[in-house]
């Protein structure tokens, strides 16, 4: 993989740190007017997630991570891993927990879901914005509010439990946003 | 944003542009009610700074194709000349530029006022620009520190006497910056790693903090400190989090200026860069006389920026980088 050198640095360049690749969130030059300029950047491990803070002196070089994202629709999970197919290759790929995370609770059979493979091997799976899940449990005794004041808490097919208005019943498909968990509307079947 | 784009609108409001003159005809006002001398010296010059961490942007003039012309990082080569020359306190407002320098705080070609006064101390010239700057920005608390002082407030640490390893340990504690000391090896690069990166995001924003007696090695053009050699008499100025201004009691005698560029361009070769050609007309005037004096650069686009509360130094430039 090629080094960048911090005057390549900018948000969504992939690099490595502490053996694990990153994502530049952001990066900003602090130059004092006699001394030696630093890039300060702000950084995403994409393993472990975590958000930290580096500086470079200006003109160092840093090793490049081999990181793409692939779209890749859900096929299922055999209890071990996830596996998921690219539906022009038909080439398949298997994520493991680690990976998933909490993409779990939002995986239908066929969306097409964003993987991040880092020298080939995924490392995170994001999954489409909106899903549609079917309600399997919620309280059927309320009804009668339309406003959707408060709403209840439903647990959807793939375990996933979310806020939706009192008139929601179990049995009925929802559009969940998978970035906030949010309920968006519910869908005709 | 550092992207270059084909925008042809302003970068800054009219408000801002505004604002831009205000601050410009304040500035004059401050200097001719003190009898300080407006002057216009040329930002193409034949020579450029020596500088390790400065890059004139360079140029050529077809009627003198042997010759390299450089944009100016400072009036200070040509002001010094003057002072010489006229033995009398001048100012420059005028535009500088700087290789390298992209982003919130930094755009490649900026604002400086420059100015020189004859017969001032360090401590007299430090006095003006406070005043200089309340008049801009109001009243603010005044936070004053030697170099030593402020590296012992929020380090714990003396800059004159700590080792490079007690150096790397002491900033091992702070996670950002770890790493890179862990690496770096050079004594001045970690100070200045420390204090832009850990001591100036610790001053108090609304205080104008002043630090002078700077380490001898970042003397720059400043004369050396006679009652502590291990200190200049250079001091900078900040608010906001932002440095504004950097000052000197300048250095007059021409021996140590023929030695401070001969130890710019060694230091030059050791970091790998290009020796740079020495300005020596700043050796003859210094020869011929500068008078005692002490001179400071402050950033006016950043003093607009502090006094309109804006974020980015786009946002007062009538057409940043990326759109110039």
Redesign the interface.
Do not use: I, M, W, Y
């Given at each position: 993989m090629a080094n960048y050198s911090t005057?390549e640095f900018?948000a969504g360049l992939k690099i490595m740190q502490d053996g694990e690749p990153c994502n530049i969130i952001e990066n900003?030059?602090?130059?004092?007017?006699?001394?030696?300029?630093?890039n300060?950047v702000k950084i995403r491990k994409l393993i472990s997630g975590k958000v930290?803070?580096?500086?470079?002196?200006?003109g160092e070089s840093v090793e490049g991570a081999d990181v793409a994202d692939m779209e890749l629709a859900y096929l299922y999970n055999d209890g071990e891993f996830w596996h998921f197919m690219n539906n022009e290759t038909f080439e398949q790929l298997a994520a493991d927990e680690k990976a998933v995370g909490e993409a779990t609770k939002w995986l239908v059979e066929q969306d097409v879901c964003t993987l991040t493979l880092w020298n080939g091997s995924p490392i995170a799976v994001t999954p489409p914005n909106f899903v549609e899940l079917e309600v399997v449990d919620t309280d059927p005794g309320l009804k009668g509010d339309t406003a959707g004041t408060g709403g209840k808490p439903a647990t959807l097919s793939t375990g996933a439990v979310v806020r939706v208005p009192l008139f929601v019943q179990i049995g009925e498909i929802v559009k969940v946003d998978t970035r906030s968990g949010e309920y968006v509307s519910r869908v005709q079947k | 944003m550092?992207q270059l784009t084909d925008q042809w609108q302003p970068s800054a409001s009219l408000a801002a542009l505004k604002q831009r003159a205000a601050l410009f005809r304040t500035i004059r006002a401050f200097f001719e009610t003190r009898d300080v001398l407006e002057v216009d010296t040329p930002l193409l010059s034949r020579y450029g700074v020596t500088?390790l961490?400065?890059e004139n942007l360079v140029t050529h003039i077809s009627r003198y194709p042997e010759h390299t012309f450089y944009l100016q990082t400072s009036p200070e080569y040509a002001m010094k000349r003057l002072l010489a020359a006229y033995q009398v306190s001048i100012y420059q407002l005028s535009k500088v530029f700087r290789d390298?320098?992209?982003?919130?705080h930094?755009n490649p070609e900026f604002t400086m006022l420059e100015w020189y006064r004859v017969g001032f101390q360090m401590s007299d010239l430090i006095a003006e620009v406070v005043t200089l700057l309340e008049t801009v920005l109001g009243e603010r608390p005044i936070h004053q520190f030697t170099y030593q002082q402020v590296f012992q407030h929020y380090l714990s640490i003396n800059p004159l006497t700590a080792s490079v390893a007690e150096l790397q340990t002491c900033l091992s504690h702070y996670?950002?910056?770890a790493?890179?000391a862990q690496r770096?090896q050079d004594r001045?690069?970690l100070l200045?790693?420390a204090?832009?990166?850990v001591i100036e995001p610790q001053l108090t924003p609304a205080a104008i903090t002043i630090i002078s007696h700077f380490p001898t090695s970042?003397a720059?053009l400043a004369q050396v400190d006679p009652e502590d050699p291990r200190v200049a008499l250079r001091f900078?100025v900040y608010v906001g989090g932002v440095?504004l201004a950097?000052g000197y009691q300048e250095l007059t005698d021409v021996e140590v200026q023929r030695e401070r560029f001969t130890q710019d361009n060694q230091l030059r070769a050791h970091f790998g860069k290009s020796q740079k050609p020495v300005d020596h007309r700043l050796l003859h005037a210094l020869a011929a006389g500068l008078p005692e004096c002490s001179g400071v650069?402050l950033?006016v686009d950043r003093l607009l920026l502090l006094q309109t509360k804006k974020s980015a130094i786009r946002q007062i430039l009538p057409f940043d980088v990326t759109c110039a």
């Open positions: 005057n900018k900003e030059v602090v130059k004092p007017g006699k001394g030696q300029a630093f300060r930290v803070e580096k500086t470079f002196k200006s | 550092t500088d961490h400065l390298d320098e992209v982003g919130r930094h996670s950002h910056v790493d890179l770096e001045d690069t200045q790693l204090l832009a990166l970042q720059a900078e440095e950097n650069a950033g």
